[in-house]
């Protein structure tokens, strides 16, 4: 294959790629934004975690990262498809069978909250904070579009989950897929604004492991405390959950 054919098959992966990461994201942020910040709006005024709506040019702030941070997870993305064949990724599902299919998708979630967990804790270093970590605590009362907008050094950091998964974990695409989605999908909830999970959800058997929109909410407005992604295990392990955050979202649902 000439340089100028292998040039135009990388341009066409990376086009494809991105295309896939930017509509993932207009997407599922945007159906989000519709229904709570604009068709909605006043149905779910109770459940409003801040009281007060975000600026209209925070919405383009988020928007305008989140473009450079896609741009970053589809250099990243192009990586791991032109080496695909030194990944894990593999294509049979016969190969692990169904039964590791299925389990091989809640451990790419617990890995990512764990990556997650502590990468985030280091980035709140003073000076790490300061460097890459400020960005995105520039929403200070987030809105769906806040999901991907980091500065392009966290962006990075970000990203490395995904070559983590698929250079050491056999998956299959079907899991990689339901992954992003997933991983987007929960995100974008995280940073919603409002409180979506039923009232005494912190308090069951199964939602105490789990995080709320109002968790990370409040890891916005107020900085420190509640680093966890999906997950509540390592907040309540060790000890960085905010001593209001139950209270916070009983609050919140009592409206």
Do not use: C
């Amino acid at each position: 294959m000439t340089t100028s054919l292998l040039a135009i098959e990388w341009y066409t992966r990376w086009g494809i790629i991105t295309a896939v990461i930017v509509l993932r994201y207009l997407f599922i942020a945007g159906i989000f934004f519709l229904i709570f910040y604009v068709v909605r709006t006043k149905y779910w005024t109770h459940r409003r975690i801040q009281k007060r709506m975000p600026k209209n040019q925070q919405y383009w702030q988020e928007i305008k990262y989140s473009l450079s941070t896609m741009a970053i997870f589809s250099l990243i993305g192009l990586g791991i498809v032109t080496f695909k064949e030194y990944t894990q990724i593999y294509p049979g599902i016969g190969e692990y069978g169904w039964v590791y299919l299925v389990l091989s998708f809640p451990l790419t979630l617990i890995i990512h909250d764990t990556y997650f967990y502590w990468t985030h804790r280091l980035m709140h270093h003073r000076k790490l904070y300061r460097l890459m970590h400020r960005t995105h605590h520039l929403s200070h009362n987030p809105s769906p579009w806040a999901a991907f907008s980091f500065h392009p050094l966290e962006a990075i950091v970000e990203a490395g989950i995904f070559p983590l998964l698929v250079f050491v974990i056999p998956l299959h695409p079907l899991v990689l897929f339901s992954f992003l989605l997933t991983m987007m999908t929960l995100n974008v909830i995280g940073h919603l604004g409002y409180e979506i999970y039923p009232k005494h959800w912190t308090k069951h058997w199964f939602g105490q492991w789990q995080n709320t929109s109002t968790h990370h909410n409040m890891h916005h407005e107020l900085v420190k405390g509640n680093y966890g992604l999906y997950f509540n295990w390592w907040d309540r392990w060790m000890g960085t959950n905010h001593e209001r955050y139950f209270e916070r979202f009983d609050e919140v649902k009592a409206r």
